[in-house]
């Protein structure tokens, strides 16, 4: 989440499923880029079929409202992983006040060191929104690449002026799609280069 628009700038609430209508909280005394109700719709009609039962990765998690919106509508887990003390404890709230979610985790921990140490296929489904002026997403690209489940789907939330490749194999960018200043990156792994099986 990056910090770069007054606090309260925006108000943060789950659109659909379990938890539909709750209204989520930001870290109090920063000034947070929390992802936009647009590109949040647009995200999720991009894996709409694929949520329920998939196991998510949140990182960058901030507010955790990406990962709660997946739980809310059927996801089987989500990873939640974020260092910084402020945003941890906003999102340990928010998951409280929109659960319970027994299969939620937080990771309270980077997000390249989390990725060096995970297995290979393990998600369904990788949510991404780093801070844009931290030249961190194409590096964590490179590393959840293997990550991935055959099919799995990685949704990256970027300024719109950055480009990415578009190919991380076993990554395939199959679409971009651009709103005001963020600009929302489709990646998807092949079915035939994937590692693991879904459960």
Known sequence: MRKDLAKGACDIRVITGLARGRRLEAPQGWNTRPTSARVKEAAFSIIQ??????????????????????????????VFVENAR?????LRKNLETSGPWQNAKIMPTDA?????????????????????????????????????RPGGVVLCEADARLDLPESIPPLMRKKSYKYGSTRLFHYRVSDDQGQGERH
Do not use: H, W
Request: charged share 20%.
């Open 86 to 90: 402020e945003s941890l404890a906003v």
């Open 112 to 148: 390249v060191g989390y990725l060096k140490g995970l297995e290979r296929g393990v998600f369904d489904i990788a949510l991404l929104d780093p801070p844009y002026a931290a030249g961190l997403l194409a590096d964590c690209l490179k590393l959840l690449a293997e990550k991935m």
């Open 49 to 78: 079929f694929e949520t329920p039962g998939a196991r998510v990765l949140d990182l960058f998690s901030g507010t955790g409202q990406m990962g709660i919106e997946a739980l809310s509508r059927g996801a089987g887990q989500c």
